[in-house]
């Protein structure tokens, strides 16, 4: 049971424009929402992180839109750059127990077009 | 700083055979988790371990185990392997916990086949 839809599967943007990239989930019980990039050969990097209390969180030219009662969070990156190709996750954590084990989404190839 | 690594970088092994996989977290760092990444996927949740207890556990076989030493290196063991487990096998650190405020760090990651 995937508990993180991630869309779209892949994106492309033209350098300067807006990137938006969606996330659901299911568990109610998640409780705190980041955002991962991944360059080929590296482990994810947090981007930005947000919890259910704030509907907004900005960062840079990182933003991250939230949800509560529709359950979807997404990630916006602003004035886009070829530097963010890259692939982006979106993950959830909170499901009790006292770990902090993420679950992630599938993943968004992201590709700026100079 | 060195940051979380991990070794070895890529390992090649037969099925039915077993491995161990090492991770070292940022110098501070009590809390290291392991995650499976196969190809096309996002990085699926394996172990918690802070202060050498187990903390959580994903939905894996009991074919992997892990531990966690007193200077807060971990291992990550996977027997009898199966070809399904060919991914990138990532370890994380923290400081503490994540949802309190606390950055998660990734290592590179280990490549594994089973051939």
Same mark, same amino acid.
């Given at each position: 049971?995937?508990?993180?839809?991630?869309? #779209?599967?892949?994106?492309?943007?033209?350098? %300067?424009?807006?990137?938006?990239?969606?996330?659901?989930?299911?568990?109610?019980?998640?409780?705190? /929402? #980041?955002?991962?990039?991944?360059? #080929?050969?590296? *482990?994810?990097?947090?981007?930005?992180?947000?919890?259910? $209390?704030?509907?907004?969180?900005?960062? %840079?030219? /990182?933003?991250?839109?939230?949800?509560?009662?529709?359950?979807?969070?997404?990630?916006?990156?602003?004035?886009?750059?070829? *530097?963010?190709?890259?692939?982006? /996750?979106?993950?959830?954590?909170?499901?009790?127990?006292?770990?902090?084990g993420?679950?992630? %989404?599938? *993943?968004?190839?992201?590709?700026?077009? &100079? | $700083?060195?940051?979380?690594?991990?070794?070895?970088?890529?390992?090649?092994?037969?099925?039915?055979?077993?491995?161990?996989l090492?991770?070292? #977290?940022?110098?501070?760092?009590?809390?290291?988790s392991w995650y499976q990444q196969?190809? %096309?996927?996002?990085p699926q949740f394996i172990f918690q371990?802070?202060?050498?207890?187990?903390?959580g556990r994903g939905n894996f &076989?009991?074919?992997f185990s892990a531990?966690? /030493?007193?200077?807060?290196?971990?291992?990550l063991?996977v027997?009898?392997?199966?070809?399904?487990?060919?991914a990138?096998y990532l370890c994380?650190?923290?400081? *503490?916990?994540?949802?309190?405020?606390?950055?998660?760090?990734?290592?590179?990651?280990?490549?594994?086949?089973?051939?």
């Amino acid at each position: 049971q995937q508990q993180v839809k991630q869309s #779209p599967q892949s994106l492309i943007v033209q350098k %300067g424009g807006i990137s938006i990239i969606n996330c659901a989930y299911e568990n109610t019980a998640f409780d705190y /929402f #980041p955002w991962y990039q991944q360059f #080929p050969g590296k *482990g994810p990097a947090l981007l930005i992180a947000i919890r259910p $209390d704030v509907s907004e969180k900005k960062e %840079g030219r /990182f933003t991250i839109s939230f949800n509560k009662s529709a359950k979807q969070f997404s990630l916006h990156i602003m004035d886009s750059q070829p *530097g963010d190709s890259a692939t982006y /996750f979106c993950a959830a954590s909170g499901s009790g127990g006292g770990a902090d084990g993420l679950t992630f %989404g599938k *993943g968004t190839h992201l590709i700026i077009q &100079p | $700083d060195a940051g979380v690594t991990q070794s070895p970088t890529h390992l090649i092994k037969t099925r039915g055979q077993h491995v161990t996989l090492r991770c070292s #977290p940022i110098s501070g760092h009590k809390s290291v988790s392991w995650y499976q990444q196969v190809l %096309g996927q996002g990085p699926q949740f394996i172990f918690q371990y802070y202060e050498k207890e187990e903390r959580g556990r994903g939905n894996f &076989p009991d074919r992997f185990s892990a531990r966690q /030493f007193p200077n807060y290196s971990s291992e990550l063991n996977v027997n009898a392997l199966l070809l399904g487990d060919s991914a990138l096998y990532l370890c994380a650190s923290s400081s *503490g916990s994540i949802r309190l405020g606390e950055k998660l760090f990734f290592g590179s990651g280990t490549q594994l086949s089973v051939l």
